[in-house]
Nanobody, 126 residues
């Protein structure tokens, strides 16, 4: 079964950048739609961005994230990246990647995803 592992989280100052990686454990990764979710302290898990097996990108929940973050995938490396730029304190949280069954499109709802990584922590503070 496909397994996911996130990395790249760290503590940074406001305005800083990070690149999160989500690496999948096996072949066939390119058939999966992959999303990034985050869970900030005291809040529910929310979708941040998603990239389909065809490379179509979706952004949630608002334009402020879209203007600062960028999602890409490298199927040759079984990896999806989430580039975080101009980070703000409200971006603090645990970031998770999730996979949806082969050939399914993006969804902003966590219940629609079948496989999850364990998360990587991002802390934005001065």
């Amino acid at each position: 079964q496909l397994q996911l592992k996130e990395s790249g989280g760290a503590m940074v100052q406001p305005g800083g950048s990070l690149r999160l990686s989500c690496v999948a454990s096996e072949l066939g990764f390119d058939d999966y739609t992959i999303a990034w979710f985050r869970q900030s302290p005291g809040k529910e898990r929310e979708g941040v961005s998603c990239i389909t097996f065809k490379g179509v990108v979706n952004w949630y929940p608002d334009n402020s994230v879209k203007d600062r973050f960028n999602i890409t995938r490298d199927n040759a490396k079984n990896t999806v990246y989430l580039q975080l730029n101009r980070l703000k304190p409200q971006d603090t949280g645990a970031y998770f990647c999730a996979a949806r069954k082969p050939n399914y499109l993006c969804s902003r709802w966590s219940v629609d995803y079948d496989l999850w990584g364990q998360g990587t922590q991002v802390a934005v503070s001065s």
